[in-house]
């Protein structure tokens, strides 16, 4: 049986959101807050955080009323805007519409968190000596930086694609 469009991106936004979220009641339960534990040795670990702000803090030192605009309204605007242009847009490849379901996944299961508890459970972090190195971050941070990926290899694909055939 083949879903239909519009029933595959709702699908996809809410698998996002779902393991995000299912990701972050396990920790919520199971690890405290600034606790360390080594995934792989000291390169990957997971320890919660609780992130008032956007990404890596940045806006957690806002007043309530600016953080109430910029972190949850705004989000929620951009957010709604991306849904319905995925869902009116019947052009987008298949990669694209993929990458704009993790990208709305990832930011609503973000957004959800900011409403329900003051912020955002981040659990993950990357250090590889110095080489790469990460801040802490979350399934739907994952979700959201795996969509930008996608989308900037479907650029890549469509301008390849624009090229062969003029």
Known sequence: MKLSRTLSIIVLIIANIAIDQISKIIVRAKIAQYEIIELIGDFFIMTKVENEGAFLGMGSDLSPTLKW?????LPVIVLGGV???ILTNK????????AFCCIVGGGIANVFDRFMYGSVTDFFHID???IFRTGI???ADMSVSFGMILL???SFKQRKQEKLNS
């Open 137 to 139: 971050f979350n399934v």
């Open 152 to 154: 900037v290899i479907s």
């Open 128 to 130: 590889l000596g110095g």
């Open 83 to 85: 849904v319905y242009y």
């Open 91 to 98: 052009s987008l490849d298949r990669l694209s519409l993929i």
């Open 69 to 73: 605009v910029f972190l949850l309204i």
